[in-house]
Nanobody, 125 residues
Framework: QVQLAESGGGLVQAGDSLRLSCVASGGTFSAYGMGWFRQAPGKEREFVAAITGSSTSTSYLDSVRGRFTISRDNAKNTLYLQMNNLRPEDTAVYFC??????????????????WGQGTQVTVAS
């Protein structure tokens, strides 16, 4: 079972950029589809973006499409989320998750087997 660890969060101003990373260990990273989710206080965990195991397909939440980019480097066992033009409504704890099979994209958190501990992103107006 793969273990995941996110990093790269922080406090930024509206319009700024951040890049989140999620490092996988203890498993075959390329065997998993991967996703980014976020959770704001008092709200359910929300799908942000997903990518297949070989990066052939991606999927995005409508409100982040064109601003966020999900990518992965299987040689480095690392998933990324490049976030540009951040907005206050993007404030949340961001989590990465691993799902199988590697060829499918999932938007439901219940489809993910493993989660990281999360990294806080705060966007000030």
């Amino acid at each position: 079972q793969v273990q995941l660890a996110e990093s790269g969060g922080g406090l930024v101003q509206a319009g700024d950029s951040l890049r989140l990373s999620c490092v996988a260990s203890g498993g075959t990273f390329s065997a998993y589809g991967m996703g980014w989710f976020r959770q704001a206080p008092g709200k359910e965990r929300e799908f942000v973006a997903a990518i297949t195991g070989s990066s052939t397909s991606t999927s995005y939440l409508d409100s982040v499409r064109g601003r966020f980019t999900i990518s992965r480097d299987n040689a480095k066992n690392t998933l990324y989320l490049q976030m540009n033009n951040l907005r206050p409504e993007d404030t949340a704890v961001y989590f990465c998750g691993a799902s199988r099979p590697r060829t499918l994209l999932y938007r439901s958190p219940g489809r993910y087997d493993t989660w990281g501990q999360g990294t806080q992103v705060t966007v000030a107006s």
